[in-house]
T-cell receptor, first 112, second 110 residues
Framework: EPEVTQTPSHQVTQMGQEVILRCVPI?????FYWYRQILGQKVEFLVS????????KSEIFDDQFSVERPDGSNFTLKIRSTKLEDSAMYFCASRGEGEKLFFGSGTQLSVL | QKEVEQDPGPLSVPEGAIVSLNCTYS??????FMWYRQYSRKGPELLMYTYSSGNKEDGRFTAQVDKSSKYISLFIRDSQPSDSATYLC??????????FGPGTRLSVLP
């Protein structure tokens, strides 16, 4: 069964460093998303991406964040200068023409 | 009023019990409704997807939507310890973004 793949599963970084979180959405999907979840809290929307551009972003998605679809299969989230409060689980999700949203298994980001 | 509200739990039930999980929403534009199951430190897994009022059944799971009352439910029959997880409701309308409930943590005790 097709699935959304995320790498790495865990990422540890120093405050102020740049990190890139990688995702391979389901192959025929058109809409891509990043969400994050701080431990014990709700799933929070970061950004949605369609037709090679951001379609919507939340207040969390400030200038430190960027997304890119560098080729036909990958979808990346970059955090330019990480802060302690960026520590969270980051989920990539994708959907096709319908409204079913499928999540990856997540990247646990720890900022020290 | 929050756009989507969900009983936070935690909810503890004995194995074999019927579980009822509920969400209410305020935006009448929502047309599609989903339930996700999330195990600890894992990604949400799509369990049920519905777009009309009424019931949809899949094995031990039944999703119920009442658009007139802006209320959705997920019923789990014959609950198992493996059902212990956080359950998230989600919904979306045309041209809108997904909105998630905060989740209900369920523990099924053997």
């Amino acid at each position: 069964e097709p699935e959304v793949t995320q790498t790495p599963s865990h990422q540890v970084t120093q405050m102020g460093q740049e990190v890139i979180l990688r995702c391979v959405p389901i192959s025929n999907h058109l809409y891509f998303y990043w969400y994050r979840q701080i431990l014990g809290q709700k799933v929070e929307f970061l950004v949605s991406f369609y037709n090679n551009e951001i379609s919507e972003k939340s207040e969390i998605f400030d200038d430190q964040f960027s997304v890119e679809r560098p080729d036909g299969s990958n979808f990346t989230l970059k955090i330019r200068s990480t802060k302690l409060e960026d520590s969270a689980m980051y989920f990539c999700a994708s959907r096709g023409e319908g409204e079913k949203l499928f999540f990856g298994s997540g990247t646990q980001l720890s900022v020290l | 009023q929050k756009e989507v509200e969900q009983d936070p739990g935690p909810l503890s039930v004995p194995e074999g019990a019927i579980v009822s999980l509920n969400c209410t929403y305020s935006n009448s534009a929502f047309q599609y409704f989903m339930w996700y199951r999330q195990y600890s430190r894992k990604g949400p897994e799509l369990l049920m997807y519905t777009y009309s009022s009424g019931n949809k059944e899949d094995g031990r799971f039944t999703a119920q939507v009442d658009k007139s009352s802006k209320y959705i439910s997920l019923f789990i029959r014959d609950s198992q310890p493996s059902d212990s997880a956080t359950y998230l409701c989600a919904m979306i309308g045309y041209g809108q973004n997904f909105v998630f409930g905060p989740g209900t943590r369920l523990s099924v005790l053997p």
